[in-house]
């Protein structure tokens, strides 16, 4: 029997629940489910009875569930896999019990708030024979598979340093702004820098030797840290840094530098447009700027393959693991004044850019229901 036969999919489609209606499902995951080719919405999950009607309506979703219903869901016999999309704080909340059932899951970044979690999570998915993926859709985008090749032909010889600033002006309002450390940048935000610096140096870190947290009083946030600054040391001598924020004015940009060259990404984290790359390699310098693809549809479509091949996926459950290791030593930086070391767990997966690129094209966005964006746009 075929692994789609095993599934029930016929047409060799995975049959997703989408956990969670935020500003991301709603604008970025959903509009996208239908050209995968491999992939369909059959329920929606939220605690907002009309997000589940006015989207239920929109997609053709007949299974509609509150969260409290989230136990039938997973009996029932109308999913496969679950894309999970609720704040980060209540990842393993739905991911745990999905895996333990066989549900397959693509959770939302951070992998959950706590590296105790997110063991919780995969050993869940070895329990239940299930798949885990943690949603890095940039291991899927051309521009930073491109920096990645780029990287393993030597071009920029030996890297030596990485820089990077990602900010955004959030609204206070938004709940990023009202529910703690957990929320905020350095757990929102910070994974894109964090997982780039593993991503581009292959490598993991071995110190956090520094983190500064600074709030504003005039950003209206109360008492949440707004702003953070961290140097990470890697192995042979490297060093990496990175400022996220939630009252900067946007800027998304990152540079990777070797002995021979250096990469400029500007923009390098973000979704909707094409991603960019300024290059000096010796003393040449070009630009380019990559097609916008649908970064969260190609991931997506990827997880779904992944399903219907039996294959591992590459951003499992310890990519997402490796990262909460070091935001746990950041805010233990932070706690202390001192460097800390970020406990080794041997990750020696990587990428594999030319399995892993996704070229899906862009789609447009809707009107959310009942849906911000964090800055309230």
């Not at 095993?6 to 509009?31: C, H, N, S, T, W």
């Not at 938004?174 to 757990?187: C, Q, S, T, V, Y």
């Not at 109360?222 to 961290?230: E, N, P, Q, R, S």
Request: glycine fraction near 10%.
């Amino acid at each position: 029997m075929s692994i789609a036969s095993a599934l029930g999919l016929g047409g060799r489609k995975v049959r997703y629940a989408i956990v969670g209606l935020g500003d991301i499902a709603q604008e970025a995951l959903m509009p996208g489910v239908s050209h995968t080719g491999n992939s369909t919405m059959t329920a929606l999950v939220s605690g907002d009875p009309e997000k589940l009607t006015q989207l239920g309506k929109r997609y053709g979703v007949k299974h509609l569930y509150g969260y409290e219903q989230f136990a039938a869901l997973l009996a029932s016999g109308e999913i496969d896999a679950i894309y999970l999309a609720t704040p980060n704080w209540r990842h393993a909340e739905f991911a745990v019990p999905a895996l333990e059932a066989g549900i397959h899951v693509l959770s939302e970044k951070p992998l959950d708030v706590s590296s105790a979690k997110a063991r919780e999570i995969m050993a869940a998915a070895v329990k239940g024979k299930a798949k885990l993926m943690t949603a890095y859709r940039l291991h899927f985008e051309p521009a930073t598979l491109d920096a990645i090749r780029r990287i393993r032909a030597g071009e920029l010889g030996d890297l030596i340093a990485f820089t990077a600033c990602f900010t955004q002006m959030v609204d206070p309002a938004n709940h990023r702004a009202k529910n703690g450390i957990e929320a905020g940048p350095l757990f929102d935000m910070a994974p894109y820098p964090i997982n780039a610096i593993r991503y581009l140096f292959e490598a993991e870190p071995l110190e956090v030797v520094s983190a500064v947290a600074t709030r504003h009083p005039e950003s209206g946030f109360g008492d949440l840290d707004d702003t953070f600054a961290v140097t990470l040391r890697m192995p042979g001598s490297r060093l990496a840094q990175f400022t996220v924020s939630y009252y900067a004015n946007q800027v998304d940009s990152l540079t990777i530098a070797g002995t021979k060259g250096a990469i400029q990404m500007d923009p390098a984290f973000g979704f909707g447009q094409g991603l960019a790359h300024r290059r000096r390699i010796g003393d040449k310098d070009s630009h380019e700027t990559f097609k916008a693809t649908d970064q969260f549809g190609g991931e997506l479509k990827y997880f779904s393959d992944c399903i219907l091949e039996d294959r591992t996926p590459e951003p499992d459950g310890e990519e997402g693991l490796a990262d909460l290791l070091i935001i746990e030593a950041i805010v233990k930086a932070l706690d202390t004044g001192q460097p800390v070391k970020v406990p080794h767990i041997g990750r020696t997966r990587r990428i594999d850019q030319d399995a892993q690129e996704q070229t899906l094209r862009a789609v447009s966005v809707p009107d959310p229901v009942n849906a911000a964006s964090p800055t309230g746009e």
